[in-house]
């Protein structure tokens, strides 16, 4: 770990939960990575091992029986949680984002049925704004519709893709439009739909890289109450927004610990390995895959948390959410790359996490919005704040 370090009530606390994911948690990595039977057994049993440490739901309101860390004290810890896929899951952080956005959103019977089995884990979550026929980084196409019904309601009918999680969950968020045509601003509206209705359906899953978790699915006139609608019914944009920079920044902060996973990992290769001329830590091409992996770590690392400062302050932090999003997934694919490279074939094998940390570092260049998306939207930001205009005419 750097010197630089995030703001912590607790260094204790961070401690734990770091000792907790080293010790319960990726050794628990087959068995959960298994999904079935295997995976529920085992994830059953970290959560009751979580909750009997104190872990469990650190950054989930304390009123529904989370720990009630400011989203600043949980970032200090994420970055441990997150050093295995499966920590947030087994440490009840995972819902975090849509126990967020449907307490500051969501109708009173939204809030009463779902928040409380949220935060406890009875209950699961999922949130499906991606289109198999609409590129991901542009909501105002959406085709999913909702039309109202003369009780008030809504018929919701659709389809949408690569949803984590949908699978086994109990509510999905959905993006519909409700008025206007395709690129329109207006007449985007979020939507909670329990997934026992009728019309629901998941149709498959996606794997990622050979990995699962990801689905499509379908909703053919799904009918939701009038008071499953968040927010004012026309903001979906604006709640959209925020949930995609709280949780770019929560994965960035997890891939940190991820990619001081595979460091380590590579370190610990390096020192002790021999090759035909000795160890290869003494070889200079694999000190400079350390060089490099420790460089982009330390220089990652603050980014991040620059973003987590800005969104804990309230301020706009879109600029430094772009910047922490492209950095840290660049950075895990690079020093998961590096690691594998140092191990050789045994990288490539199923006897550590390379090859899972190496997919999850590919994969985040994409999700949640292209390394692309991200760079143009934030250099024309900036250029427009040195005066640029778009479409400006050619000075002569």
Same mark, same amino acid.
């Given at each position: 770990?750097? !010197?630089?370090?995030?703001?912590?009530?607790?260094?204790?606390?961070?401690?734990?939960?770091?000792?907790?994911?080293?010790?319960?948690?990726?050794?628990?990595?087959?068995?959960?990575?298994?999904?079935?039977?295997?995976?529920?057994?085992?994830?059953?049993?970290?959560?009751?091992?979580?909750?009997?440490?104190?872990?469990?739901?650190?950054?989930?309101?304390?009123?529904? %029986?989370?720990? +009630?860390?400011?989203?600043?004290?949980?970032?200090?810890?994420?970055?441990?949680?997150?050093?295995?896929?499966?920590?947030?899951?087994?440490? %009840?952080?995972?819902?975090?984002?849509?126990?967020?956005?449907?307490?500051?959103?969501?109708?009173?019977?939204?809030?009463?049925?779902?928040?409380?089995?949220?935060?406890?884990?009875?209950?699961?979550?999922?949130?499906?704004?991606?289109?198999?026929?609409?590129?991901?980084?542009?909501?105002?196409?959406?085709?999913?519709?909702?039309?109202?019904?003369?009780?008030?309601?809504?018929?919701? =009918?659709?389809?949408?893709?690569?949803?984590?999680?949908?699978?086994?969950?109990?509510?999905?968020?959905?993006?519909?439009?409700? %008025?206007?045509?395709?690129?329109?601003?207006?007449?985007?509206?979020?939507?909670?739909?329990?997934? +026992?209705?009728?019309?629901?359906?998941?149709?498959?899953?996606?794997?990622?890289? %050979?990995?699962?978790?990801?689905?499509?699915?379908?909703?053919?006139?799904?009918?939701?109450? !009038?008071?499953?609608?968040?927010?004012?019914?026309?903001?979906?944009?604006?709640?959209?927004?925020?949930?995609?920079?709280?949780?770019?920044?929560?994965?960035?902060?997890?891939?940190?610990?991820?990619?001081?996973?595979?460091?380590?990992?590579?370190?610990?290769?390096?020192? =002790?390995?021999?090759?035909?001329?000795?160890?290869?830590?003494?070889?200079?091409?694999?000190?400079?895959?350390?060089?490099?992996?420790?460089?982009?770590?330390?220089?990652?690392?603050?980014?991040?948390?620059?973003?987590?400062?800005?969104?804990?302050?309230?301020?706009? !932090?879109?600029?430094?959410?772009?910047?922490?999003?492209?950095?840290?997934?660049?950075?895990?694919?690079?020093?998961?790359?590096?690691?594998?490279?140092?191990?050789?074939?045994?990288?490539?094998?199923?006897? =550590?996490?390379?090859?899972?940390?190496?997919?999850?570092?590919?994969?985040?260049?994409?999700?949640?919005?292209?390394?692309?998306?991200?760079?143009?939207?934030?250099?024309?930001?900036?250029?427009?704040?040195? +005066?640029?205009?778009?479409?400006?005419?050619?000075?002569?």
């Amino acid at each position: 770990m750097s !010197a630089f370090q995030p703001e912590c009530e607790s260094t204790e606390l961070r401690a734990r939960v770091d000792s907790f994911v080293r010790t319960e948690v990726i050794p628990a990595e087959a068995a959960l990575d298994a999904g079935g039977a295997d995976r529920a057994v085992a994830l059953r049993g970290l959560r009751d091992s979580a909750r009997g440490a104190g872990l469990w739901a650190l950054p989930l309101p304390a009123e529904l %029986g989370g720990g +009630g860390l400011t989203f600043q004290q949980y970032a200090a810890l994420a970055e441990s949680e997150g050093a295995s896929d499966h920590g947030p899951a087994a440490l %009840g952080s995972a819902p975090l984002l849509d126990v967020l956005m449907l307490g500051r959103y969501g109708g009173a019977r939204v809030r009463e049925e779902y928040l409380g089995g949220l935060v406890s884990g009875e209950l699961r979550s999922c949130y499906a704004m991606t289109e198999p026929d609409v590129p991901g980084s542009a909501p105002l196409l959406t085709r999913t519709r909702a039309e109202p019904r003369p009780d008030g309601g809504w018929s919701v =009918t659709g389809r949408k893709w690569f949803t984590s999680g949908a699978d086994g969950a109990d509510l999905v968020t959905v993006m519909a439009r409700t %008025g206007g045509t395709a690129g329109d601003r207006e007449g985007l509206t979020l939507f909670a739909v329990p997934t +026992g209705s009728p019309g629901f359906r998941v149709v498959r899953e996606l794997p990622v890289f %050979g990995a699962s978790g990801q689905y499509e699915i379908a909703l053919d006139r799904v009918l939701v109450p !009038a008071d499953h609608v968040l927010g004012r019914g026309d903001d979906a944009l604006a709640i959209a927004g925020e949930r995609l920079a709280l949780g770019r920044t929560l994965r960035c902060l997890r891939w940190l610990g991820q990619a001081q996973r595979a460091f380590e990992l590579m370190c610990e290769r390096a020192a =002790t390995r021999d090759g035909s001329h000795g160890p290869l830590a003494g070889n200079q091409l694999v000190q400079q895959h350390v060089f490099d992996a420790l460089l982009a770590l330390r220089t990652t690392r603050p980014l991040v948390h620059e973003a987590v400062a800005l969104i804990a302050a309230g301020q706009d !932090a879109r600029t430094e959410v772009g910047l922490a999003k492209v950095a840290a997934a660049r950075m895990l694919q690079q020093v998961a790359d590096s690691a594998i490279q140092v191990y050789g074939a045994a990288g490539l094998g199923p006897d =550590t996490a390379l090859p899972s940390l190496f997919r999850g570092g590919r994969a985040a260049r994409i999700l949640d919005g292209p390394d692309e998306l991200h760079i143009t939207s934030v250099a024309r930001r900036v250029l427009r704040d040195h +005066g640029w205009a778009p479409g400006s005419p050619i000075r002569g």
